[in-house]
């Protein structure tokens, strides 16, 4: 299975180790992104399994490779997390 990569505070990675699988908090997703998210179920329901976990209504962004020649992501970079935030 190959390895896929996402940005998460501490407390989801404390719910991963927990359970197993990681679950979007639609609290958490910018009302302008709300379009976006349901284009992209729309599509994931088309070409791919449903998913089958209860509550599960939107997707954790993720990626296998984040730019060519690269597998993670810079997390020096303004753009990903605020600053002082601890990844893990």
Same mark, same amino acid.
């Given at each position: 299975? &190959?390895? /896929?990569? *996402? ?6 990675? @404390?719910?991963? !180790?927990?359970?197993?699988h990681?679950?979007a ?5 910018? &009302?302008? /992104?709300? *379009? ?6 729309? @599509?994931?329901n !088309? ?5 089958t976990i ?14 060519p ?12 997390l605020?600053?002082?935030?601890k990844?893990?």
């Amino acid at each position: 299975m &190959p390895t /896929f990569w *996402t940005i998460q505070s501490l407390e989801k990675w @404390k719910e991963f !180790e927990s359970t197993g699988h990681l679950i979007a908090n639609e609290n958490f997703i910018w &009302p302008e /992104f709300i *379009t976006a998210y349901e284009w992209i179920i729309k @599509k994931m329901n !088309e070409r791919c399994k449903p998913c089958t976990i209860p509550d599960v209504k939107y997707p954790i962004w993720a990626w296998y490779q984040y730019l060519p020649g690269k597998m993670r992501a810079d997390l020096r970079s303004k753009a990903l997390l605020a600053k002082g935030k601890k990844v893990y």
